[in-house]
Every structure is written in structure tokens, then in C-alpha cells.
């Protein structure tokens, strides 16, 4: 079942690659584009330490590290979801969800296959570049715990960024149009966790902790990664845990998916 | 035991009020008001293996709900619907498996892939063995000519040869059900025709069960041998297209140019509908007058500069029908 389901994702993902082959030049100069973008960020980040010196205990090296999973997490997320970002807009509006209603597979996967853009590599590739460069400036001590700790930290972080944009296609399933204002949390969140949690005010620390547990797949995996105690007090053994946050907040938004489908059944679009 | 079991369907929607203006945009956020609006009032009929029957009526008739509960997307607010023994709403997944379904409006194929590309995936969707797919799309192209448009991107075909490329994408899994919600709409008459045709085989060749909606009659009297007519979410007809031929569809109009004022004519049979300067609106059964000699009695004593004949558009044989339907209620 899964692995069949593994399998015609693979098969979508093949459909869309070679539908974006019809536009190499397009695609390229998106990767580009994005690729540069995005790199305009950890610049404005550099400038930021090289003007202030640390902030909140924080080297840039480190800072980059955070801006690097951050972004990583992101992007692949985004790769994977692209179809439910776009829900409101190019399914529920259209009509065009009936079209996956008809065919004998779970919508949700029908849609994560929608459409893989390969412009979003850019991203990807930009926050390895960054990691790299993160892991020549501070020292990190690599076993195989760090390293198992770091892979279930951006697992947790797909799953995490995933379920919010699973929740803001469920929120077309009310509002018809996907809300900008849930880019808020997808994109805002991706700049948040840039940066070390300690830095935040109290209320703020709690949202990312609580309700949209950014920094249970960016921070506390990061002090646990760099072998540093928690500056806010939490104790060591809970932070190569804290990851799971992601997927439970994933396996929540799916819930709330499903209302939604529930409800699209009874009112149409 | 019928294929399709469709028992006293009906299906309500909720629409918000809205109040013009900014304020109300705001109240209606706070406080909405809802009106229950329905698409479907009192729905029942069924439906034999190898039937092929067409939904006719107007716009927003509920033709196109029906369509959707029974193809599982949409859930009633009440009443009973059974497809080959499963309720489609409650087990989407293994309905939709058995059946194919073309949108005349919306596509199915993916529109920067090559046509057989969308085939293959729709194979694998569709769970489909591959010699038994491969024996079935090469079965399927050839009865529809698709040869030549197989490494086409969708984009680059015509909304004909689209059309046929969906119902070869709706049939690939073997359905023993075909729905088709408008499958000809805005084609030309030769896709028309091709639409027409293959429909036609595949429910006396290979026994698919079809249940059209159109609002092209010559959809219906090209293919259908049972026709219901839905109107204001019921059930207005039910029976042969014969019998609605003989009946509400038989009345033919037609317009006459005189080369003068047009003439006071008094035919038996003949109703004058309108009259204005030198035009004239008749209305006749061709079954008791047939139109030739109708228009020969006309033209021997009168001159003629045009004259064409009308079938009633679709929107009048219904509002036809509300009339002999609330007659008899009354």
C-alpha cells in the first residue's frame, strides 16, 4: 500500500520533471533566480553580525547554521507540497479538485505529486552551500549521534513546514481562496527560525515552541548538535527529542485536512 | 437488481447573504445569514447494465449535482443512492475505480504532457496491469484515431481532438460506467459526430453503461433511447425519447419573410405566434403537418423572400413541461 503509493508518487514526480523539461531556459533562470534571492538573506544576516558583533551569545557561524536547516527544511517541504500551496487557488476555485476526487487515490497524495518544481532547487542548494560554510566556521564535534540528530531534525522540519501548508489548504476548503495570510506562518516562520530562539521576547518563544513548534526542529536540535546547554534551561535530554513536534504537528494538520475534505463533500465548491 | 439505484435524492446548499456594502462585508464575517437552497428536491430513478440514458434540462437544473453524487464527490443531504452495490460517497476510493467520467468543461489530462504520457500515469493511478492497460490504449486509440496526437503536449490539441484524447484517459481502466456531464459542448459537428459515434459503440459494443447530460437534443435523439428531463431539482420526465418526441418536443416553429405584409393565414394545425411587418412565427406539429407541406401550401399563394424551421430550444420544451407537470399536480 505505501510502497505503492511511494511509487506512483515517484511516477508524478517523473510527469513533472519532464513537463518542466518543456521550458529548460524557464526553469533555469528560476533556479537562478531563486538561488540568488534567497542568498540575499544570509548576506543581510553577515551584515547584521559584522556591524553588532554576536547577538544573544551567538557567533555568525552558528546564526548560519540555524539560517542553513531553516532553509533546508523549507525547501524541501515546499518541494513536496507544492499542489496543497496552491489549492485554494488552482483546485478548490477552479472546480479542478473534483478532477482528483474522481480518481481512486487519496487526494492528499494527488496532490503532493501535483507538481514538483525543480525552481525550487535553487533554495535548496543555496542552504547547503550555507550549511557547508556554517560547518568550516564553528566546530562541531561529528558522531553519529550529531549526525543522526541533525537528518531527524530536518525530517522533523519537512514535516513541520509540510503541515503548515497542509493547513493552509485546508483553510481554502472554508475560504475557497488559499489565505495569504497563512504565508505568514509558512514564510515569517522560515525567517524566524533563522535566528536563535534566545533572542526572542517570552510570548514569542512559547508561539514557536507551543503552537507552531518552530524551534523544536531548528533550536533545541541545534544546541544539542553543537553540544551547548540550553541558555533558557532546557534540559539536555529533552533536546535531540524535540523534532517530533514536527511530525505530530503534521499528523494534526492532516486531521484537521480531513474535516475539510468532509465538509467539501457536503458543499461543493 | 439495477446497476443504479437512485431513491428520493435531494441536496440542499447553504448560501451566504450577504449584505452590500462595507458594513454588511462586516456583519456578514461576524454574523452570517444563511439561505438553504435547493439543487436537487425529490430525485428517484434506476438504472439497468448497458443502458444508456440522457439528463436533459436547463442550467442549474441539477443535472450536474447528480452527476456528482453519483460519481462519490458530493454527499446528499438525503436519501439513498447505490451504484453497482456501493454507496459512492461512503467508499469514494473503490467507486470511483469502476467508473470513467468526462467533463465536457474540464480536463483530466495533464496540459504540458505529452498525451501518452498522461495515459501511462493514469495507468498507474488507476492501478491497471500493463499488458491489460497497453491491450486496452491501443484498443482505445484506434477506435478513436489518436495516433497521431500521442506525443502531442495537451496544450497544442484542438478542443476536438482533446475531447476525444479524454475519453480514451476515462476508459482506460475498463469502466462498466461511463458518465459524461456535457461531452460535446462548444465542439464542432464532425467532433460532434466522432463524440456521438463512439459513444454509441462503446454502449452497443461493449455494454458500458452511459448516463449523459447535455443540452444538445441532437445528443439525445443521436443516442439515447431513454431520456429524464430535471427541472428545478426534480423529476419533470422519465420515459422513451419516442414518446417525448411524439409529445412536448414535437412542435416545430417557423419563420416566414414575406415579400408584402405578411398575410392573415389560416391553416388548420397552424398556431401564429407573432406577427410583425412583413414576419411571421408559426408553431406546428409536424407529426399531424408535416413542414414541406406546410411550407408548399404557403408558398403556392404567397410570395416568400425567406423561411427557415425551428426546433424548440431546450429552455422552452421545460418550461413546457413545468406547465403540463403543474397542471397535473393541480
Keep these: ?269 | 437488481m439495477p446497476q443504479i439505484l437512485v431513491e428520493a435524492l435531494a441536496k440542499t446548499y447553504r448560501v451566504a447573504e450577504r449584505t452590500p456594502g462595507l458594513i454588511g462585508a462586516v456583519r456578514g464575517l461576524v454574523h452570517r445569514q444563511w439561505r438553504e437552497v435547493w439543487a436537487l428536491a425529490d430525485v428517484s430513478f434506476s438504472l439497468e447494465a448497458g443502458e444508456l440514458l440522457a439528463f436533459i434540462g436547463p442550467n442549474g437544473a441539477g443535472k450536474s449535482t447528480t452527476i456528482k453524487i453519483l460519481s462519490g464527490i458530493l454527499r446528499p443531504t438525503s436519501g439513498r443512492v447505490e451504484v453497482d452495490g456501493l454507496v459512492p460517497y461512503e467508499d469514494r476510493i473503490h467507486h470511483v475505480a469502476r467508473i470513467g467520467v468526462v467533463f465536457g468543461q474540464r480536463s483530466q489530462l495533464w496540459w504540458d504532457l505529452p498525451v501518452i504520457d498522461g495515459f501511462d500515469l493514469l495507468a498507474d493511478i488507476y492501478r491497471v496491469e500493463p499488458a491489460r492497460y497497453r491491450r486496452r490504449r491501443d484498443e482505445l486509440v484506434a477506435m478513436l484515431r489518436l495516433e497521431p496526437l500521442l506525443d502531442q503536449p495537451v496544450r497544442q490539441l484542438s478542443l476536438g481532438q482533446r475531447m476525444r484524447a479524454e475519453f480514451a484517459a476515462a476508459l482506460l481502466h475498463d469502466p462498466t460506467i461511463l458518465f459524461l456531464d456535457e461531452p460535446t459542448i462548444g465542439l464542432d459537428a464532425p467532433s460532434k459526430l466522432a463524440v456521438r459515434e463512439f459513444v454509441r459503440r462503446l454502449n452497443r459494443e461493449q455494454g458500458v453503461t452511459v448516463l449523459l447530460t447535455t443540452h444538445d437534443m441532437h445528443d439525445v435523439e443521436a443516442l439515447a433511447e431513454r431520456v429524464i428531463v430535471i427541472g428545478h431539482g426534480r423529476l419533470l420526465v422519465d420515459g422513451p425519447f419516442a414518446s417525448l418526441r411524439a409529445g412536448v418536443l414535437a412542435e416545430r416553429r417557423l419563420y416566414i419573410d414575406f415579400v408584402g405584409p405578411a398575410p392573415m393565414l389560416d391553416i388548420d394545425g397552424v398556431t401564429i405566434k407573432a406577427r410583425e411587418g412583413r414576419s411571421l412565427e408559426l408553431t406546428f406539429n409536424p407529426g399531424r403537418l408535416p413542414a414541406p407541406k406546410l411550407i408548399a401550401a404557403i408558398t403556392s399563394s404567397h410570395a416568400v423572400d425567406d423561411i427557415h424551421v425551428e426546433e424548440p430550444a431546450i429552455e422552452e420544451v421545460i418550461a413546457r413541461l413545468y406547465e403540463l407537470h403543474d397542471a397535473h399536480e393541480a
Excluded at chain 1, 519532464?18 to 531563486?34: E, I, K, V, W
Excluded at chain 1, 551547548?228 to 524535540?242: E, N, Q, S, V, Y
Design chain 1, 1 to 269: 500500500m505505501i510502497v505503492n503509493a511511494l511509487a506512483l508518487y515517484a511516477r508524478y514526480v517523473a510527469a513533472s520533471l519532464r513537463a518542466q523539461a518543456q521550458y529548460p531556459a524557464s526553469t533555469l533562470m528560476l533556479t537562478a533566480g531563486h538561488c540568488a534571492a534567497t542568498a540575499i538573506e544570509i548576506l543581510a544576516v553577515y551584515a547584521l553580525f559584522a556591524r553588532f558583533g554576536p547577538v544573544g551569545g551567538w557567533s555568525f557561524g552558528e546564526a548560519a547554521l540555524f539560517y542553513a536547516l531553516v532553509n533546508i527544511m523549507f525547501s524541501v517541504a515546499d518541494l513536496l507540497t507544492r499542489g496543497f500551496e496552491v489549492f485554494g487557488t488552482e483546485f478548490v476555485r477552479t472546480g479542478a479538485f473534483d478532477r482528483l476526487l474522481l480518481r481512486p487515490r487519496a487526494a492528499a497524495l494527488q496532490l503532493a505529486g501535483h507538481e514538483v518544481r525543480l525552481s525550487r532547487l535553487g533554495r535548496l542548494l543555496q542552504g547547503s552551500l550555507v550549511l557547508i560554510l556554517s560547518t568550516r566556521l564553528v566546530p562541531i564535534a561529528w558522531d553519529v549521534s550529531t549526525i543522526v540528530t541533525a537528518i531527524w531534525a530536518v525530517a522533523g522540519g519537512v514535516a513541520l513546514f509540510a503541515g503548515i501548508l497542509v493547513l493552509q489548504a485546508t483553510l481554502a476548503f472554508w475560504t475557497v481562496e488559499s489565505l495569504e495570510v497563512a504565508n505568514v506562518i509558512s514564510y515569517g516562520g522560515v525567517q524566524a527560525a533563522q535566528y536563535p530562539l534566545n533572542i526572542y521576547a517570552a510570548w514569542f518563544r512559547r508561539l514557536l515552541t507551543f503552537a507552531v513548534p518552530l524551534a523544536c526542529v531548528a533550536y533545541y536540535p541545534v544546541l544539542a548538535v553543537l553540544k551547548r546547554p540550553d541558555p533558557l534551561g532546557a534540559p539536555d535530554w529533552l533536546l535531540p527529542l524535540t523534532p517530533a513536534a514536527g511530525f505530530i504537528f503534521l499528523a494534526l494538520a492532516f486531521l484537521a485536512w480531513r474535516a475539510g475534505m468532509a465538509r467539501y463533500a457536503s458543499s461543493g465548491s
